[in-house]
């Protein structure tokens, strides 16, 4: 169970950092978007 939930985590934490990076160069800006 342990082993299956430390690449679960580290999953996700990679999908989000790619999804961020991805946003962020897809849409530069929503970085610097301000109100």
Request: net charge positive; charged share 15%.
């Amino acid at each position: 169970a342990r082993n299956s939930e430390l690449p679960r985590s580290a999953s996700l934490s990679l999908a989000q950092r790619v999804f961020i990076t991805l946003a962020q160069r897809g849409h530069p800006s929503l970085s610097d978007a301000s109100p």
